[in-house]
């Protein structure tokens, strides 16, 4: 009767434990710089391999959505963003300076990406983008 008590209450504690974890947000959960960092990098990759401006453009507005996330000056709504769940973005999530750093200038090469009409351009920023995430994230 003891064991059947005591595997009855484990589960139930056990059940209990994924629920409340299955509850929290993403935000109180620990967000994962790394992945945001490695996903971005490979959509500025994406972008870089694009053979039309507008698959180039799509893909640096993911990469862009993963390093600043939704409240970033240039998170697009209207884009995919590939890293949602993940945490806040690259930049919010992390707590080194130098890699925030890193970060805001990946993002400013992707954002030059985006705004350039000339393909090959367009995706030498892509690859520079990626080149600079690469360096970040392990």
């Known amino acids: ?11 139930s504690l056990g059940i ?3 629920a409340a974890l299955a509850q929290t ?3 109180a959960a620990a ?9 971005a990098a490979k959509h500025a990759q994406l972008a870089g391999n694009s053979e039309n401006i507008d698959a180039v453009h799509v893909h640096l507005h993911h990469a862009l959505n993963c390093i600043e996330g939704p409240k970033g000056a240039n998170f697009d709504p ?4 590939p890293c949602k769940g993940m945490g806040d973005g690259a930049i919010p999530d992390s707590s080194d300076v130098k890699i925030k750093a890193e970060l805001e200038a990946a993002a400013k090469e992707a954002q030059a990406g ?3 009409a000339d393909l090959a351009k367009a995706q030498k920023h892509a690859r520079d983008t990626e080149v600079m995430l690469n360096r970040i994230g392990k």
């Not at 967000?31 to 960092?37: F, G, L, T």
């Not at 209207?78 to 963003?81: A, D, G, V």
């Open 1 to 11: 009767m003891l064991k059947h008590y005591t595997i009855v209450m484990l589960t």
């Open 16 to 18: 209990a434990g994924l």
């Open 25 to 27: 947000p993403a935000s």
């Open 31 to 39: 967000a994962d710089v790394n992945q945001e960092i490695v996903t």
């Open 78 to 81: 209207k884009q995919m963003n």
């Open 114 to 116: 985006v705004a350039e």
